[in-house]
């Protein structure tokens, strides 16, 4: 069954410092993933997605994620936070049998401080 | 550029009422699924709809949630009594197809927050 954890709720970092939001996969298959972003009382955006092509995937505002299947990890990446990027993340694994239903991480809320 | 869009943004009902919540997939999809998301928690997945059936649906979709797409546009989400824990935002996305080696990414509308007084 495939599964998705987000190990930190809430991740603080200061303005112009590297992002690191952790998220680990299980799955039966080799997975599909996706980080999405949710700004306050907006809809999900898609950042980036990996689909089996290359490991480190880059997606849009700078971020990027590199998967590593040694560690069923997904991590997203950004060397240098902008005040812009406070939101909610989620790391997605998409269901890859049936609908092809997406499962979603609990999210990590992430703050930028000035 | 396409995009899901989704009516009402925001809806008040009271409890047992029934509501009704709409959404336009993107023209050529062919999939379609609303997710749930009670706040503070993560989205979760309620029911998927291909060629005027469901095609999945979770375990939150009980008897009291319906889906159909009336008119080859919308897609409506209904739920014909609602609960003070129906309160949360819905969203609806829509996707292509689905499957494959690179199975395509799913579009989310923006979501329509539901009060249940």
């Known amino acids: 069954a495939q599964s998705v954890t987000q190990l930190d709720s809430h991740v603080s970092v200061s303005e112009g410092t590297p992002v690191l939001l952790r998220c680990n996969y299980s799955s039966s298959y080799s997975p599909s993933l996706f980080w999405y972003v949710q700004h306050p009382n907006k809809g999900l955006q898609l950042l980036l997605k990996?689909?089996?092509?290359?490991?480190l995937v880059k997606g849009i505002n700078g971020f990027e994620a590199e998967f590593k299947k040694s560690e069923t990890s997904f991590h997203l990446t950004k060397p240098s936070a902008h005040m812009s990027d406070a939101a909610e993340y989620f790391c997605?694994?998409?269901?890859?049998?049936?609908?092809?239903?997406?499962?979603f991480g609990t999210g990590t809320r992430l703050k930028v401080l000035a | 550029e396409p995009e899901v869009t989704q009516t009402p943004s925001h809806q008040v009902t009271q409890m047992g009422q029934e509501v009704i919540l709409r959404c336009v997939p993107i023209s050529n999809h062919l999939y379609f699924y609303w997710y749930r998301q009670i706040l503070g928690q993560k989205v979760e997945f309620l029911v998927s709809f291909y060629n005027n059936e469901i095609s999945e649906k979770s375990e939150i979709f009980d008897d009291q949630f319906s889906v159909e797409r009336p008119d080859g546009s919308n897609f409506t989400l209904k739920i014909r009594s609602t609960k003070l824990e129906d309160s949360a935002m819905y969203f609806c996305?829509?996707?292509?197809?689905?499957?494959?080696?690179?199975?395509?990414?799913?579009?989310f509308g923006p979501g329509t927050r539901l009060t249940v007084t």
């Open positions: 996305a829509s996707t292509p197809t689905v499957g494959g080696v690179n199975p395509y990414e799913q579009y």
């Open positions: 990996y689909t089996s092509a290359a490991t």
């Open positions: 997605v694994v998409i269901f890859t049998s049936g609908t092809y239903k997406y499962i």
